[in-house]
């Protein structure tokens, strides 16, 4: 990390002085640029290749955007709201936290799980209705969630 970045999260910093996308620590890559790709690619490693970063931090990029998701404020007891295609908030599942529609899994704990290193096969042995469009639509949504902040560090 250099003088110009500070570290907002393990493994992820923000131009200091500045709002801006929070960023992969060491590099220029944009966490929600990581988060498109994987949600394209479903591969780690490919991932990492291609943005030239390390699988760590891929990793942290999980990490950070899992937090981000899991922080949301809950929908009211009765209110469905559709937050992304493919994702929803319905006060009568998971507390109304972003869930994957059709499942009652939280969109936090897809991201965790990726974020501990599990692959994407391991995710679906240990969640059998997680297909891949499921899985594309939670780092879909977390990918949108997180271009659409700003963040600053001062």
């Known amino acids: 990390m250099n003088d110009k970045t500070k570290e907002i999260a393990p493994g992820i910093a923000v131009k200091r002085g500045q709002f801006g996308q929070p960023l992969v620590k060491g590099t220029s890559v944009e966490v929600a640029v990581v988060l498109d790709e994987l949600a394209r690619t479903l591969d780690l490693d490919k991932v990492s290749q291609k943005l030239g970063i390390t699988r760590d931090g891929v990793l942290a990029v999980l ?83 997180i271009a659409s902040e700003r963040v600053s560090a001062i």
């Not at 994702?87 to 109304?96: L, N, S």
């Not at 936290?97 to 704990?109: F, S, W, Y």
């Not at 599990?118 to 780092?139: D, G, I, K």
Request: charged residues 25%.
């Open 63 to 145: 990490a950070y955007a899992a937090e981000i998701i899991g922080d949301e404020p809950p929908s009211r007891v009765n209110e469905r709201l559709e937050l992304f295609s493919g994702v929803i908030k319905d006060g009568r599942i998971r507390f109304g936290k972003p869930i994957v529609e059709g499942t009652r899994i939280d969109v936090a704990l897809i991201l965790s799980q990726l974020a501990l290193g599990l692959t994407f096969s391991e995710l679906q042995e240990s969640y059998p209705s997680l297909t891949h469009e499921r899985v594309r639509a939670a780092l879909g949504y977390a990918q949108h969630r």
